[in-house]
């Protein structure tokens, strides 16, 4: 007959604590940081499983590193009940794994053992929960929130400005170094390439691309160029799905910034350097520090 006793006891200090009583936010810690399995080194039981769909499981024992009761394996006397029952105090193990630890093999099982379990799986899913001696519902919940946040995948872009030619008829380009082009008997026409690299784990979109061009070196006087389109047809239509680990190029002619030069320098002004802004689509813009004019050769 299972035991349907309730285990309760008092600790040094004479509060009656249940050491498997255990609060809401260290069950919520413990499968969150669990990453979906058993703590055993190489075991990959799931800690939730369906029994029917839409019907979900606990798989999994909470299981305490220093035991709960007087005679558990690994039971150090001067812990208090408060303690046993502390996230630091507690892994998840299957059922195998938690029988032959706490029962079949208690003595090859040692508390560092288990603590360093507990570390290894922990410290993977970006927690530093396991340096923390105490720790409040509250305390648990915000620190529990920034490690999962941390663990999530997440977009990440590069934006990088680069000199092209165009080749084979203006269907592919060549690119090299900003302020240098490739040596080619193919070229059509020089262009500058705007190229976005989503870095992350997540594709991202871009959602458009703006040029400024900015005279006499003031920030306060620059022109934006916005949903310009040297190349239709061959540059990539916005809005652009990049998938992660991939990248999108878009072409800027040199007689496009050429156009604008002149008819600023028309009044009175130099046309001194450039940049790009590409906006995501979750609201990010992505900018480049402003390039010299003197790095795109020839102005029109």
């Not at 794994?97 to 040692?110: A, C, R």
């Not at 084979?168 to 900003?178: F, H, I, K, Q, T």
Request: hydrophobic content about 35%.
């Amino acid at each position: 007959m299972a035991d349907m006793v309730t285990r309760v006891s008092s600790d040094r200090n004479g509060d009656v604590v249940d050491p498997h009583s255990y609060r809401s936010g260290t069950r919520s810690a413990l499968f969150e940081m669990a990453k979906g399995t058993c703590y055993y080194p190489g075991c990959d039981t799931k800690t939730t499983i369906f029994i029917k769909p839409g019907q979900p499981s606990v798989n999994v024992h909470i299981a305490h590193i220093e035991g709960a009761e007087r005679g558990s394996a690994r039971f150090r006397e001067d812990m208090t009940n408060e303690e046993r029952r502390s996230f630091p105090n507690l892994i998840l193990l299957c059922v195998p794994h938690h029988d032959l630890i706490d029962h079949k093999e208690p003595h090859e099982y040692s508390v560092d053992t288990l603590a360093k379990w507990k570390r290894d799986r922990e410290s993977a899913s970006g927690s530093d929960l396991v340096e923390l001696n105490t720790i409040t519902d509250d305390s648990l919940a915000a620190a529990m929130e920034a490690a999962v946040k941390s663990n999530r995948p997440q977009r990440a872009a590069i934006l990088d400005i680069r000199s092209g030619v165009l080749i084979n008829g203006g269907r592919s380009v060549l690119m090299a170094p900003l302020g240098s082009y490739p040596s080619t008997t193919a070229e059509i026409e020089k262009n500058v390439c705007v190229v976005v690299r989503s870095t992350g784990e997540l594709a991202l979109t871009v959602d458009a691309i703006s040029v400024y061009l900015r005279p006499n070196g003031d920030p306060d006087l620059e022109t934006k160029l916005m949903g310009r389109d040297d190349y239709v047809g061959t540059n990539p239509p916005l809005p652009n799905v990049i998938p992660a680990g991939a990248s999108s190029t878009w072409m800027f002619a040199i007689s496009t910034f050429g156009m604008i030069h002149t008819a600023m320098k028309q009044k009175g002004h130099e046309v001194t350097h450039f940049r790009f802004e590409v906006d995501l689509g979750d609201g990010e813009v992505l900018r480049t520090e402003p390039c010299d004019m003197d790095l795109i050769r020839p102005l029109a």
